[in-house]
């Protein structure tokens, strides 16, 4: 399997699941509608290999029943792509209630970095998500750092970004957690965060779109965000300036 390939990563945050949920395979059929020729049929063995499922759409049910969203791949380990989910406790989630985070991880490419939007998109919208991001590697990396405080990171977030708390210290599940490059928020989440301000968010604006549940889709920048780059930098240092309820950084 190829491992040197740059990768995108997209993280969508929703409602726990219930013993009857359709969600799962929403998402998952939502993903393949983005993306030209992909079809997450297979699932992962214990030692990791793809193994075809003769119907995808019961299994993702049984895994729902439990309360999961069973890990899906491509069945390619030359040009591997994986979804999934896991529930987060009460306890470490933001407000104190149970959720679903959705993960995809996909090789950044052209044809996939074209059709980020729309499986960002499909995703939130076929799970109910509150938000979602998607986000190239190495901002991933910087997401993490940016949570605390932390005893392993005693100077603080890297690049000049903002210190964001820890999710259980987030009073509400509408709030994002984080930006990334492109950044899905529900009609809830938007409210919460003040989205849009036309006087304000006119640059935001002409890369965003609506959604059919009334929520946003947000680019802030027109290339995967590469913080290598001063402008791509500057981009996200405003967004955070601009909302500061994100992370829980308003909060008293």
Known sequence: MMTDRAELYLHVFAPALTCDDGRPLAAV?????AVPGLRLAWRLSDA???VALAQRGAWLARSAADGKFGLLCNGDESYPVTMGGRRESAISSPGGEPRLTV????PQDE????AAVDMLE???EGV???WGTVAPGPLRLVIAAQVGPKLGNPDGPPLGLPMLKLPWNIRSPKVPRYLGWINYWSAAAAEAIGFPDPSRDAELLSRARRTASGG???SLTAAPLDLDKPEHLEALKRAY???PEIGGRSEA
């Open 29 to 33: 059929e939502g993903m393949e509608r």
């Open 48 to 50: 990791g290999r793809p």
């Open 103 to 106: 993960h995809a991880t996909l």
């Open 111 to 114: 044809p996939i970095v074209a």
């Open 122 to 124: 499909n995703v939130a």
């Open 128 to 130: 109910r998500a509150t």
């Open 216 to 218: 946003w889709v947000v």
């Open 241 to 243: 300036a601009r909302f």
